[in-house]
């Protein structure tokens, strides 16, 4: 089992920038995927970023040049930090891993962007 624990939504101006965090914790052994997926209401959940072990990264094309996905593989942390947000950012974004072939997600972190 792994749990995977978010933090640092919030409320923020368009153009404002936030970092979300999360930490995995339980049987975490060799995780390689961790990364961030988000649902707007009414909408799919989608994916915003993916890193990988050796630091390979991967962004939706609406993220791109704003948003930087990292990770701490000694605090088994993967962080997002968010800029130049705008109102569609707006959505629960949920911390994700793959471990022993399962998906794992996070409870989900609220971010709010307004005009």
């Known amino acids: 089992q792994v749990q995977l624990e978010e933090s640092g939504g919030g409320l923020v101006q368009a153009g404002g920038s936030l970092r979300l965090s999360c930490a995995a914790s339980?049987?975490?052994?060799?995780?390689?995927?961790m990364g961030w997926y988000r649902q707007a209401p009414g909408k799919q959940r989608e994916l915003v970023a993916l890193?990988?072990?050796?630091?390979?990264?991967n962004y939706a094309d609406s993220v791109k040049g704003r948003f930087t996905i990292s990770r701490d593989n000694a605090k088994n942390t993967v962080y997002l930090q968010m800029n130049s947000l705008k109102p569609e950012d707006t959505a629960v974004y949920y911390c994700?891993?793959?471990?022993?072939?399962?998906?794992?997600w996070g409870q989900g972190t609220e971010v709010v962007v307004s005009s």
């Open positions: 890193i990988i072990s050796l630091g390979d990264t």
């Open positions: 994700y891993t793959v471990h022993t072939g399962r998906a794992y």
């Open positions: 339980g049987s975490i052994f060799d995780i390689n995927v």
